[in-house]
C-alpha cells in the first residue's frame, strides 16, 4: 500500500521568511496529491492540491511542486504570516480512493 | 460552513461500550470516508463508502463498521471499546476524485 513520509516534522520561521514542506511517497499508482492545514482544535481544510498531470501549481502565496519521477511534492510558502501557524498534513491517493496522510509538519511563524 | 456534519461532537465512553458516529456529507458528495486521528498525528484512514458500498478499508479490526444510507449520511460503529480508540473521528465527503471536505470530527475520550 501507499506510504507517505514527511519532513520536518516541525518548522519555525520568521515572519515574513518563506517555508518549505517536502513529503515523498511510494505507490507509482497515486495521481493527486492534496495539502491540508489544521489549526488547533479545528477540521483540516484543504489549502491546494495538484494532480500527476501538472508539475506546479501556484495559488497566491502557496506553491505546490510535484516531481513523479522522484515520487516526493512539496508545498511553499511565501511571505509567511503568524495566521500560517498551524499543522500541515500532506497526502497521496489513487483517483476516488482513500487519502493516505503524512504524519504532519507543525510550522510556527515567528513575529 | 463546509456542508460536512458529524454529530456528537464530544463523547466519553467506558472501555468496553459500543458507541455510534454520524455524519452527513456535503450535498452532491457520494463519497464518504472516515479517518482517526490521534493526538500529534496524522488522520489514519479506517475505511470509505461509495454509494453505500464499502469500498476500501484500512488496517482497523474488525469492531470498526459502518454503514452508508441512500442520502450519502454515514455511521461509524465501534464495538468493545478500548482506551486506544480515543481520538478525533473524522468523516470527509468527497465527489469522485476531488478533495476531500472534512466536518469537524467527534473527540471520543474512552476512560
Known amino acids: 500500500g501507499e506510504n507517505v513520509e514527511q519532513h520536518p516534522s516541525t518548522l519555525s520561521v520568521q515572519e515574513g521568511d518563506s517555508a518549505v514542506i517536502k513529503c515523498t511517497y511510494s505507490?507509482?499508482?497515486?495521481?493527486?496529491f492534496p495539502w491540508y492545514k489544521q489549526e488547533l482544535g479545528k477540521r483540516p481544510q484543504l489549502i491546494i492540491d495538484?494532480?500527476?498531470?501538472?508539475g506546479e501549481k501556484k495559488d497566491q502565496r502557496i506553491a505546490v511542486t510535484l516531481n513523479k519521477t522522484a515520487k516526493h511534492f512539496s508545498l511553499h510558502i511565501t511571505e509567511t504570516q503568524p495566521e500560517d501557524s498551524a499543522v500541515y498534513f500532506c497526502a497521496a491517493a489513487d483517483y476516488g480512493q482513500n487519502f493516505v496522510f503524512g504524519p504532519g509538519t507543525r510550522l510556527s511563524v515567528l513575529p | 460552513e463546509t456542508g460536512v456534519t458529524q454529530s456528537p461532537t464530544h463523547l466519553i465512553k467506558t472501555r468496553g461500550q459500543q458507541v455510534t458516529l454520524r455524519c452527513s456529507s456535503q450535498?452532491?458528495?457520494?463519497?464518504v470516508s472516515w479517518y482517526q486521528q490521534a493526538l500529534g498525528q496524522g488522520p489514519q484512514f479506517i475505511f470509505q463508502y461509495y454509494r453505500e458500498e464499502e469500498n476500501g478499508r484500512g488496517n482497523f479490526p474488525p469492531r470498526f463498521s459502518g454503514l452508508q444510507f441512500p442520502n450519502y449520511s454515514s455511521e461509524l460503529n465501534v464495538n468493545a471499546l478500548e482506551l486506544d480508540d480515543s481520538a478525533l473521528y473524522l468523516c470527509?465527503?468527497?465527489?469522485?476524485?476531488?478533495?476531500?471536505?472534512f466536518g469537524s470530527g467527534t473527540r471520543l475520550t474512552v476512560v
Open positions: 470527509a465527503s468527497s465527489s469522485g476524485g476531488s478533495g476531500y471536505t
Open positions: 505507490d507509482s499508482a497515486s495521481n493527486y
Open positions: 495538484i494532480r500527476s498531470n501538472v
Open positions: 450535498s452532491g458528495h457520494n463519497t
